[in-house]
């Protein structure tokens, strides 16, 4: 009677535990934001900042085995010639033309397939998204092989069914155009699809029965409940076509490997391989590099003022 059960550290039983200050660092508050964000900064720093420094430094250096020299601005004067003006052009035409298939059709796609009236849309959804999947390389051999040189490759074969000449699709200005353009839609047409569905199926119906009730037709409710919502992935799905344009290596080196004849299927990024991978001109490769990047942060940003990116707010 009376007397006080304790426990071990001298506290009564009956007393309820305090909480133990979490005074470790991995617990601290301010200290955890910054430890779920450093696999990000340290990706960063490592994989895109040190390489950009490194490119930068490296552009105004000549590169040779066991020798690393400064000159200046040498590599920069020697960027403008014709063989850059030829893959900046080739790689612009690439550029429109990937922009304008790889938004426009998907979106058609994206229409049909959002419609209510269509069967089999899982079906469908699933397979477009399969040519993402596939390797590049796998997918330029096939389409070597169907738009080979002989009169037997099967896209031959068509136009001779047709009654037009068979082409040498990879020796032509024109055809080789139409082949890296044909890669790239085949490869990325899913992938857009699925993003324009995605904007589609969270359009609010309402507005669609207000606009019938309005009695507007398919085009006025496209162009006023339609695009409007969709206006963000427009923007982001033609920003990235165009960088990925502009960055575009696999579709050309597939169908020439090392060189195209008369540079037809040349690009940017493949004159940087040629120059400084090929040739070991290091120094040079790098500062055709540093010129694309500006390109591309030019276009980039002329692109999304035109489209209205920048407005904090709809006009």
Avoid: C
Avoid at 48 to 58: E, G, Q, V
Avoid at 89 to 96: A, E, F, P, R
Avoid at 110 to 128: G, Q
Avoid at 237 to 252: A, D, P, V, Y
């Amino acid at each position: 009677m009376g007397t006080t059960i304790s426990t071990e550290k001298g506290k009564p039983l009956g007393t309820p535990n305090r909480p133990r200050k979490r005074s470790s660092f991995l617990y601290s508050k301010k200290a955890a934001p910054y430890i779920f964000v450093s696999p990000f900064i340290l990706s960063f720093l490592f994989l895109f900042l040190y390489p950009f420094i490194s490119a930068i430094n490296m552009s105004f250096q000549r590169v040779l085995p066991g020798q690393v020299e400064y000159i200046g601005l040498r590599n920069y004067e020697r960027v403008l010639n014709q063989t850059f003006y030829t893959a900046l052009q080739n790689t612009t035409v690439y550029v429109i033309l990937t922009v304008i298939l790889l938004t426009v059709l998907p979106l058609i796609f994206a229409l049909f397939l959002n419609n209510r009236l269509m069967k089999m849309t899982n079906f469908f959804r699933a397979a477009i998204f399969i040519p993402a999947l596939t390797s590049v390389i796998v997918a330029g051999t096939i389409f070597r092989m169907i738009f080979g040189d002989s009169d037997m490759a099967i896209a031959n074969q068509f136009l001779s069914f047709f009654g037009f000449s068979p082409i040498e699709w990879r020796y032509g200005a024109a055809s080789g155009m139409f082949l890296m353009v044909v890669l790239a839609s085949w490869r990325w047409m899913g992938v857009n699809i699925l993003y324009f569905l995605a904007g589609l199926q969270n359009v609010n119906h309402d507005l669609y029965e207000a606009a019938d009730i309005d009695g507007a037709n398919v085009w006025q409710k496209f162009k006023h409940v339609t695009f409007p919502a969709i206006k963000p992935i427009v923007i982001f799905l033609t920003t990235i076509t165009t960088i990925n344009g502009f960055r575009m290596f696999e579709e050309s080196f597939v169908f020439w490997e090392t060189s195209s004849p008369g540079n037809i299927g040349l690009t940017v990024v493949g004159y940087i391989y040629q120059e400084g991978i090929q040739r070991n001109d290091m120094g040079f490769g790098a500062a055709v590099g540093i010129v694309l990047l500006l390109v591309i942060f030019v276009v980039s940003v002329i692109q999304l003022y035109l489209t209205g990116a920048f407005k904090k707010g709809d006009s």
